[in-house]
């Protein structure tokens, strides 16, 4: 069989992506996104977020995505309109898509892992034909 005719010769190659300790300790750390899945063939997102002490991330919903959050180091809280759910390191917290949340960082910060399935990409379209 051929490379051409074989679907795992073009596929993408199992492997770590990110060492989330590495990345963390890195000196003159800065709050926002540190890592994220870059990757053009993927089903999925990722991004590793740090807040820094007493950070938040506002009130939102996500209407179509769920999101699976994982604290990787530190603390805060997870507000829902239920109220305040407290989140330490190795809290995973499941983001029902349609939800509203924010997030707020303990005193010593916070950084957590998202993952959701990818968003679809922008797609340019003709203007559709009109009528004078």
């Avoid at 992506?17 to 003159?28: I, K, N, Q, R």
């Avoid at 604290?71 to 330490?88: A, F, I, K, N």
Wanted: with cysteine; net charge negative.
């Amino acid at each position: 069989m051929s490379e051409v005719d074989d679907p795992a010769a073009s596929a993408p190659a199992t492997r770590v992506l990110c060492d989330t300790g590495a990345v963390l300790g890195a000196p003159d750390l800065s709050d926002g996104v540190l890592w994220k899945i870059a990757e053009d063939h993927r089903q999925l997102d990722a991004n590793l977020v740090r807040l820094g002490p007493k950070a938040q991330v506002a009130g939102h919903s996500e209407p179509d995505l769920d999101v699976l959050l994982y604290v990787v180091e530190g603390s805060g809280t997870l507000e829902t309109p239920q109220g305040g759910q407290p989140l330490t390191a190795g809290s995973l917290a499941w983001l029902v898509h349609g939800s509203t949340r924010s997030l707020h960082a303990g005193p010593c910060g916070m950084a957590y892992l998202t993952v959701h399935r990818r968003r679809p990409g922008m797609q340019i379209r003709p203007a559709p034909d009109t009528e004078p």
